[in-house]
């Protein structure tokens, strides 16, 4: 008896370490840190010519959104310097380093470049009555969307990454809290310096908001994803091996729910471990005790023009294919499988997605710790739908998954975060969450 204890305990003791390893580990080296990755140089892309955009007011742009029709690139920014300080999704929490006037929406004519290789630019000021804390109207801006009313309007979503405050509105420590994120809603007329405030939305539901999906239905209502699963302490590091974060459904009104956190996935099953048929009983309840499947580090979703939603993953380097309910919640569509951990994704206006990815995540780190002299290597890939209808009238949907650019050396695209396709000229428009420029790469051919 004691033998077959013994030998019953040792195939436990396999099975959930191969369990473990093929839940939490063997991603984590391959597709999280790239363990044996072939990066290239962004030489071996001739088919553009970048070069980087550097003003101080165009440093730690987390965002971009391209105005097709009126030519014109919107940029969140939020300056090197403080955003280093202050960035919730970084945990990142010195209150006292964010940039005194907070940050600044600036809009770029991208058919108007002036004598220094930048573009005409000007700041897009807030008015209204929105009221920011400490009795200011300072925005932190992280990721954003934009939704065209008509042919003069527009309406933009804000992740406002606001610090925490007391009971008179005053600024206290984030250690302890984290921040107080709102989504801000404005409206600007084209043309115009200004934008309008509408509403602000605070939930509970919206903890760690990373970039915000406009339905685009004349609801006003939104998808938001909160790419951990709490503000701070052990388990935001937790989130990173066993997952954390969701997507939340807001209507028009501002009242908020869960939508969507991956928890319906497959999960890892005992056909997966290896085991004997005699074991099998024990390793079945050994199994049951690993925590579900969640999406980890969800980060900026966007909604495509198929009317589904894209949402990437900074960890497992898969985009989730989502498709809104009638009851408000999201469903698994499908799962592109890119290999690498992903930013903001974005689609064009052909419909393609642009996403950047990070191939070498430990040395992004460390380039978005230092953006003045680290480097933080990039790649771009670009994502293409295509649907068959076969002769039994069957539909067929494939992705094709595409690497548009790369840059090992990060001579220069690095920490990229978010790009922009301009299907009119071919550029591409490239921002960085931290890094102080934005870039342009110019079609060659």
């Keep these: ?130 009221e920011g804390v400490d009795g200011g109207s300072d925005l932190d801006l992280l990721g954003f969307d934009v939704q065209i009313l008509d042919d003069n309007t527009m309406r933009f979503y804000f992740v406002n990454q606001r610090p925490p405050v007391d009971a008179s509105n005053s600024i206290v420590d984030a250690s302890e809290s984290g921040a107080n994120s709102t989504i801000e809603i404005f409206e600007i007329r084209k043309g115009q310096e200004q934008m309008r405030h509408v509403r602000t939305v605070f939930s509970d539901e919206i903890w760690t908001p990373n970039r915000v999906a406009a339905l685009g239905d004349g609801s006003g209502g939104f998808l938001v994803t909160n790419d951990h699963s709490v503000k701070v302490g052990m388990r935001l590091a937790l989130d990173y091996f066993i997952g954390g974060g969701n997507v939340a459904y807001c209507d028009g009104a501002g009242k908020c729910h869960a939508a969507y956190d991956g928890s319906e996935e497959r999960q890892f099953t005992r056909s997966d471990a290896p085991s004997e048929p005699k074991y099998k009983t024990y390793l079945d309840k050994a199994l049951s005790y690993l925590p579900k499947t969640k999406l980890k580090f969800p980060n900026g979703l966007a909604l495509g023009r198929d009317g589904l939603f894209y949402v990437p993953s900074t960890i497992d380097g898969q985009i989730r294919v989502l498709a809104l309910q009638p009851d408000k919640t999201l469903s698994l569509v499908d799962t592109i499988h890119v290999g690498m951990p992903l930013d903001n994704i974005s689609p064009d206006a052909n419909g393609d997605m642009y996403v950047a990815g990070f191939p070498n995540l ?20 670009r994502i293409r739908k295509t649907v068959d209808v076969g002769k039994t009238g069957v539909r067929s949907v494939d992705y094709r998954v595409e690497k548009v650019i790369e840059d090992k050396d990060a001579k220069v695209l690095s920490g990229s975060t978010t790009v922009r396709h301009d299907v009119k000229s071919g550029r591409l428009f490239v921002s960085a969450a931290v890094h102080p420029f934005l870039v342009v790469c110019e079609p060659t051919r």
């Design 1 to 130: 008896m004691p033998g077959i204890a013994k030998t019953v305990y040792w195939a436990l003791v396999v099975a959930w370490g191969a369990s473990l390893y093929q839940i939490y580990l063997k991603d984590l080296f391959a597709i999280t840190f790239g363990v044996g990755r072939v990066i290239q140089s962004i030489d071996e892309f001739p088919e553009f010519s970048c070069r980087r955009l550097v003003h101080p007011r165009l440093e730690a742009c987390e965002d971009i959104w391209l105005d097709n029709e009126g030519r014109t690139l919107y940029a969140a920014c939020a300056g090197t310097a403080p955003r280093l300080a202050w960035n919730q999704a970084m945990n990142d929490l010195n209150v006292t380093g964010r940039r005194p006037g907070g940050s600044e929406l600036l809009a770029l004519d991208i058919d108007e470049p002036v004598e220094d290789g930048l573009y005409n630019f000007r700041s897009i000021k807030p008015i209204g009555h929105y």
């Design 362 to 381: 430990y040395q992004s780190s460390k380039g978005f710790d230092d953006p003045y002299n680290g480097i933080s290597p990039v790649t771009i890939w």
